[in-house]
C-alpha cells in the first residue's frame, strides 16, 4: 500500500456511519447531504500521485468533482494546474475563478457554443484566464477543425487544438491516418490554428473480458493506435514536433496501469478520488469509497401494508413478499446505492420518490427516525450537483463547506 493510504478494510463500518452521524447533527446538517471524507481523498489522492510521480503530469477532471475549493485543494496537493472541462458553463466558471488553470476540453464543442465562450470573455474585465495560452479545444474530425480554424480567423486569435484519437474505445475520434494527415496539414498552413497534443481515453480497457484479449491485450492495442498516430505528427510536422504537446490519456479505471511513462505524457483522472460505485473495478481495489449521500430517516414501520389491502399484506408478509421493516427517507430516487445500514434495498411498493423513498430495512438494523442513511453515488459528476455545498468530513468533524458549480 503507498505511503499515506487508507486501509480499505473498514470502509463501510456501522462504526464509520455512526461517527459520521454525529458529526452532520453537529454541524446542524438535516437535510440530505453530500458528504467528502477528507481523509480518504487524500488516501485515493496518494494512490493517484503514485502513478503521476512516475513521469506524468496529471490532469483533473473537473466534471467528476464540479466545486472549485475542492479543486483548488486537489491542485495544491497534487501540484498541478491542469484540469479537463467537459460543459462550457463549467469553462467560463474555470475562467473566472481559477485564472491560473491550465484546461483542456474533454469533448469537441458546437462552433456556436466555442464563438459565444469568446464573446462572453470579451464582456468580461480583468479577466487574467487567457485562452490562446492556457487552453486547447478538443477536436476530432478534419471538418471540425476547419470550422474552428475559420472561427479564430474571424475572431483573430490563436486557437490551440488538441486531436481526439479513437484507441479503441469508439466514441469518436479521429480513427485514420489520411485524415489525421490532412488536418494536420491543415493546422500547420493556418495563421491562428497550433497543434496543442493529442487526447485518446480508453475507459474500455478494463471491461474488455478475456476470451477477446482481456485488458492488458487492450491497453497495448490503444498504446499502439496512440503511437501509430504520434508517427504520422513527426512525419508531417517534422522531428522534435512531439516536444511540449500535451499527449492525454487515462482515466479513473485505467490510471493505475500506467506502470512506466513512455509517450503519453499525461494522465486524466478524478472519479477515482471519491470512488463511487461504477468505480468498483480490480484496478480500482486499492481506492477507498470517499464520498457518500447522507439522508435523514424520517420514519420507520414496521410491517408495512399495500394500501387498502390488509389481509392481503399479512399474508405477504409471512411468505416474505412485503418487508418486515422500512423506512422512508428524506429525498432519494438518486443514482446511488445504500451502503449503511449494510443491505438496505429500495422498495417499489408504493413506485418511486424523489421526495420520500421507501428502503427495506434488517428487523435487527440500529437505526431510528432522526438518524442517516447513507448512499455511495454511483458516479460523482451528476450527483455532486444536487445537494448544494458539499460537506468535508474529517476524522468525526465536519470541517468545511465546498460549494459547487453553478450551472449557468
Ligand atoms: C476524455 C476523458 N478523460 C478522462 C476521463 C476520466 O474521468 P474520471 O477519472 O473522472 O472518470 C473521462 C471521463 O469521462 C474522459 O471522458
Not at 218 to 242: P, Q, R, T
Request: hydrophobic share 40%; proline share 6%.
Amino acid at each position: 500500500m503507498p505511503a499515506g493510504q487508507v486501509s480499505t478494510s473498514d470502509a463501510l463500518s456501522e462504526n464509520y456511519f455512526k461517527k459520521m452521524t454525529q458529526a452532520l447533527c453537529k454541524a446542524g446538517l438535516y437535510t440530505p447531504s453530500l458528504v467528502v471524507d477528507k481523509v480518504r481523498l487524500d488516501s485515493n489522492l496518494a494512490a493517484v500521485k503514485s502513478i503521476t510521480e512516475k513521469g506524468f503530469d496529471f490532469r483533473i477532471v473537473v466534471k467528476s468533482l464540479p466545486s472549485i475549493p475542492m479543486l483548488e485543494y486537489i491542485m495544491k496537493s497534487a501540484n498541478t494546474q491542469r484540469l479537463m472541462c467537459f460543459h462550457m458553463p463549467f469553462l467560463r466558471y474555470l475562467s473566472e475563478h481559477i485564472p491560473n488553470a491550465d484546461v483542456l476540453m474533454g469533448k469537441p464543442m458546437p462552433i456556436g457554443n466555442v464563438e459565444s465562450y469568446y464573446q462572453f470573455l470579451n464582456k468580461q474585465d480583468g479577466f487574467k484566464f487567457n485562452p490562446t495560452t492556457q487552453l486547447q479545444w478538443l477536436t476530432d474530425s478534419y471538418a471540425r477543425v476547419k470550422q474552428y480554424g475559420q472561427l479564430a480567423k474571424k475572431l483573430k486569435t490563436v486557437m490551440r487544438i488538441n486531436l481526439e484519437l479513437d484507441v479503441g474505445l469508439h466514441r469518436g475520434g479521429f480513427t485514420n491516418h489520411e485524415e489525421f494527415s490532412e488536418t494536420l496539414n491543415y493546422i500547420k498552413c493556418h495563421d491562428y490554428l497550433t497543434l496543442s497534443g493529442m487526447m485518446g481515453y480508453e475507459a474500455h480497457i478494463t471491461k474488455i473480458p478475456g476470451f477477446i484479449g482481456g485488458p492488458i491485450k487492450a491497453f497495448n492495442n490503444a498504446c499502439k493506435l496512440y503511437k501509430g498516430f504520434s508517427d504520422v505528427i513527426i512525419k508531417v510536422m517534422g522531428e522534435g514536433a512531439l516536444e511540449n504537446l500535451t499527449l492525454n490519456t487515462g482515466g479513473s479505471s485505467t490510471y493505475p496501469l500506467y506502470e512506466k511513462p513512455g509517450l503519453m505524457n499525461e494522465i486524466s483522472t478524478a472519479s477515482a478520488l471519491v470512488k463511487p460505485t461504477d468505480f468498483d473495478v480490480y484496478t480500482l481495489d486499492h481506492h477507498v469509497p470517499a464520498a457518500f449521500i447522507a439522508a435523514p430517516v424520517l420514519k420507520i414501520i414496521k410491517d408495512p401494508e399495500f394500501p387498502m389491502l390488509k389481509k392481503l399484506s399479512k399474508l405477504m408478509h409471512r411468505i416474505g413478499f412485503l418487508p418486515r421493516k422500512v423506512c422512508f427517507i428524506y429525498g432519494g430516487n438518486w443514482l446511488a446505492r445504500p451502503c449503511y445500514p449494510a443491505g438496505s434495498k429500495r422498495v417499489n411498493i408504493l413506485g418511486h420518490s424523489s421526495n420520500q423513498e421507501m428502503y427495506e430495512l434488517k428487523e435487527t438494523d440500529n437505526i431510528n427516525v432522526d438518524d442517516f442513511m447513507f448512499f455511495r453515488p454511483t458516479q460523482s459528476e451528476a450527483v455532486f450537483l444536487q445537494f448544494g455545498d458539499i460537506a468535508v468530513y474529517e476524522d468525526g468533524k465536519i470541517i468545511d463547506i465546498w460549494p459547487v458549480f453553478e450551472n449557468k
